[in-house]
């Protein structure tokens, strides 16, 4: 048979596979899914090829290599920079829900217009985690019509439910589709420069039943040795008896050392290797062997996983010395590029454990939160306490993440080897023994979260023995954990509220010192926060300036969204100097601004202060999704902040008028709250059920729970959360102050009444009177006059006593307008009726 211009390698897609490769430029999502060696890839890639020449579309390609979500997204950001786009870069990886819509957001945005644009994710089956299939479909629902997502994998991913819910814009290519056919088989032999006999055409299209692979692998041994395979031979005998064994011995090396990398480039290959002739020896394999290829970048190749699995059997045949050089050689490679997870892998491999804890040093903690615990703790658990004594600014890094993720015996451990570690090196500086104990303070302090004293104790001991920052803590990390107020996380207790802004002013320019100044500007926000607690709105002012001033071009956006937080809740009060209700408009584009800092926890922050501002104006409409539909369980919140953003939650269900649903969780919260010392949320959450159970005419309980609260506020003159809900509570106010004769409560009711008002005045104004509503048209001016004051929540009592009516008369007026304005229902659904009447822009 003929052997000159043989050329296996030759790409050959049907007519019938092009026809099929077409409809993907007409669907949002695209599944090929078919076993290893159907040829996924390269009919994947010479559609996107030919996309690329005639539409001149933009191609992001992105090959899959683990279960690691974390790496996963390093080459998302790699591949989105090569084709041009930013959009990705310094994003932190989504890890919720919240997180997934905001970069579906982003992702719109960047990629909409006319130009087709292909996002092709290759061996999608080596992700496990379930939520990616979700996340394809959510984007391939909300992308623009110019972009195309195609998902190649050896499993079907998608649930059924997403598969109905996608319809028409799903496109799917399975194995069916991809395997060739008697005359495909026949076209693509003549294309390779191979003539078969019927026979053997025959004996291979049975054989191989049409998959590419196998097809490739027995021609590959018919040029070879005149014949076909032992058709009882495995498919990775038949690879490596085709492709590896008629190698040199080098060659075979050669392989066996690069398939352990995802993806390589030429002077990677010289440095792993130790080979000069890395170019000459990659053209010869991507030139013989179709299962080495050159990605479109130019510069990359990589092994198909066939490939890479046989080569990693020729690997694990070398002598264990040998494999530890090369794992020790890839270690240091990805160390150099700061590819930081990699190299943390491969030191570990080889057991270089020293090499590993420096990685840990180097990279801070960063990327160590993308690691799973157990993995950490199963190193910990292999490496010799000797080695980790030796490395203690590692085991810094280590005890803060291992705070992180609520592994406090751990953590102790480690402690007690960094102790140990400094006495076993007397040669060992003291300035340097200073810092590394002044450090481990700094870190234990969080083991005493919310307890200013006792932080401020070990902040001062790290402030005196450290000569340099810590190396833990990243400044522009979240000072607050994700919470909106430094208050509420700090008020443990009633009637400490002075001692505690006092420690919290004496602490933090011990941990500014020792942190380059993270969190700066904390203590300001708390006094600035307290003062408008206790009702002093024009010191709040002031203070809220002052925090402005000093945290301005300081990094700390943190610090700048708690002020936001309460310049929000100022902004409630009408007789504030200066101060309106805040532009839905401005909001939004403030919030649009943010967005393209990529920082989920900013945003998770900037939403749920705009949901507890707009939760207290009434205006629903306004408040963020995630809020207003009760989703927070898709957020992933640190757990210090989480009593936080579920009192903001139990706000919007008190405006949402879902009494009975705030009464039933907040009494757990509550308890939560006390648990964990938050004196301030659990006042809050106590007001909130009080105000429900008043609601629901349960007016015993609501007095019960709003005199406890009281008696919680009085010792620091706590008044504004019960201003913010003087809607709900101003029945119930008097009716206290008639019951009680202590003068301290009295007093502080008076002063909540007075708040309150100025609220109902901001209120009215953000809603607007509704005097032109045409709506209102059939009512006489009395009666417009009276429905304006139903709808701002007055009862009948209170209407009859400003208008010098008796209460009767006032329910005959309030029965003839619900007459003319068709309004139907009990006594408390008319009222929410004739509310989204009167005032429809603020519902």
């Not at 062997?289 to 890479?308: C, D, E, I, S």
């Not at 451990?413 to 810092?435: C, F, R, V, W, Y």
């Not at 203590?523 to 010191?539: F, I, N, P, T, Y």
Request: glycine letters at 4%; proline letters at 4%; aromatic letters at 8%.
């Amino acid at each position: 048979m003929p052997v000159k211009k043989v050329n296996l390698n030759t790409t050959y897609i049907s007519e019938r596979v092009s026809n099929c490769l077409s409809s993907i430029s007409c669907c949002a999502l695209t599944t090929v899914i078919a076993p290893m060696g159907y040829g996924k890839t390269t009919a994947i890639q010479w559609y996107l090829n030919r996309c690329a020449r005639t539409e001149k579309a933009r191609v992001i390609r992105v090959s899959i290599y683990s279960d690691s979500i974390s790496i996963l997204w390093q080459s998302l950001q790699n591949a989105f920079a090569f084709a041009g786009l930013d959009v990705l870069k310094g994003y932190d990886r989504p890890s919720d829900a919240a997180s997934a819509a905001l970069l579906t957001d982003e992702l719109y945005h960047a990629l909409a217009g006319g130009q087709p644009c292909y996002l092709f994710l290759d061996d999608l089956h080596l992700l496990t985690d379930a939520r990616i299939a979700c996340f394809l479909c959510h984007l391939a629902n909300r992308l623009p019509e110019n972009v195309h997502i195609i998902a190649a994998g050896r499993d079907r991913f998608l649930p059924e439910s997403e598969i109905v819910r996608l319809g028409s814009r799903l496109h799917r290519i399975e194995a069916k589709q991809l395997r060739l056919t008697r005359e495909e088989l026949s076209a693509y032999t003549a294309r390779c420069g191979l003539s078969l006999t019927d026979a053997q055409a025959d004996q291979l299209i049975a054989s191989s039943e049409g998959w590419f692979s196998a097809i490739y692998l027995q021609l590959c041994a018919l040029t070879e040795q005149g014949t076909f395979p032992d058709r009882h031979s495995n498919i990775y005998q038949m690879f490596t008896a085709a492709l590896i064994d008629p190698l040199s011995p080098e060659n075979q090396k050669f392989l066996a050392v690069m398939g352990l990398a995802d993806e390589f480039t030429a002077e990677m290959a010289r440095a792993i290797t130790g080979r000069k002739d890395t170019d000459a020896v990659l053209a010869m394999l991507t030139e013989q062997n179709a299962f080495v290829t050159r990605l479109p970048n130019g510069q990359n190749f990589r092994f198909h996983h066939m490939m890479k699995e046989c080569a990693g059997q020729v690997f694990r045949r070398l002598p264990q010395s040998q494999q530890n050089i090369y794992q020790t050689r890839y270690g240091r490679w990805y160390e150099n590029h700061e590819q930081y997870l990699l190299a943390l892998n491969s030191y570990q491999v080889s057991g270089n454990y020293d090499a590993a804890l420096e990685i840990i040093r180097k990279d801070a903690g960063i990327h160590l939160a993308a690691v799973k615990p157990e993995e950490v703790l199963a190193f910990l658990d292999q490496c010799p306490e000797s080695t980790l004594k030796e490395h203690p600014f590692s085991l810094l890094v280590l005890m803060r993440r291992l705070f992180t993720w609520r592994q406090v015996p751990r953590m102790m451990a480690l402690k007690k080897l960094l102790e140990d570690s400094i006495l076993e090196h007397p040669e060992m500086s003291t300035e340097e023994q200073g810092n590394l104990r002044g450090e481990c303070d700094l870190i234990l302090s969080f083991l005493m979260y919310n307890d200013i004293s006792q932080m401020s104790r070990l902040h001062r001991s790290a402030s005196r023995q450290m000569s340099r920052p810590a190396i833990s803590i990243r400044n522009e990390g979240s000072w607050t954990f994700g919470s909106p107020s430094v208050l509420m996380m700090f008020h443990r207790e009633a009637g400490r509220l002075q001692q505690e802004l006092s420690d919290m002013n004496e602490c933090m320019p011990h941990y500014y010192k020792i942190t380059s100044g993270h969190g700066l500007g904390a203590e300001l926000v708390m006094s600035a926060e307290a003062a408008a607690m206790q009702g002093k709105l024009s010191d709040a002012e002031i203070l809220l300036e002052q925090t402005r001033a000093r945290i301005h071009a300081g990094g700390q956006m943190n610090m700048t969204l708690c002020c936001d937080f309460l310049d929000l809740r100022l902004k409630l009060f009408s007789d504030t100097a200066g101060r309106d209700c805040v532009s839905t408009d401005l909001r939004h584009q403030e919030r649009d601004a943010l967005l393209r800092q990529h920082n989920t926890m900013w945003l998770n922050i900037f939403d749920a202060s705009s949901a507890y501002y707009y939760a207290i104006l009434d205006q629903e409409e306004d408040i963020p999704p995630f809020y207003r539909e009760h989703a927070l369980n898709q957020v992933n919140f640190l757990a210090p902040c989480r009593p936080m953003m579920e009192m903001i939650e139990s706000q919007v269900l008190l405006t949402q008028k879902t009494f009975s649903r705030v009464i039933g969780r907040n009494e757990e919260l509550i308890r939560l709250c006390r648990s964990m010392h938050y004196a301030l949320v659990a006042l809050h959450l106590q007001i909130q059920t009080a105000a429900s159970y008043e609601q629901l005419g349960k007016r015993v309980s609501a007095l019960g729970i709003l005199k406890e609260a009281l008696q919680d506020a009085i010792p620091d003159h706590l008044i504004l959360p019960f201003a913010e809900n003087y809607p709900f509570l101003k029945e119930l106010l008097p009716i206290l102050a008639a019951q009680e004769p202590e003068e301290s409560l009295t007093a502080l009711i008076t002063e909540i009444q007075s708040l309150g008002k100025q609220l109902e005045t901001q209120i009215r104004t953000a809603a607007g009177t509704g005097k032109n509503s045409p709506l209102l048209a059939s009512l006489t001016e009395k009666e417009a006059e009276i429905a304006r004051m139903a709808s701002e929540r007055m009862s009948n009592r209170e209407i009859a006593e400003q208008l010098y009516l008796s209460e009767g008369t006032i329910k005959q007026y309030m029965n003839q307008i619900y007459a003319k304005l068709q309004i139907h229902g009990n006594s408390r659904a008319k009222r929410q009726q004739l509310r989204a009447l009167v005032t429809p822009e603020s519902h």
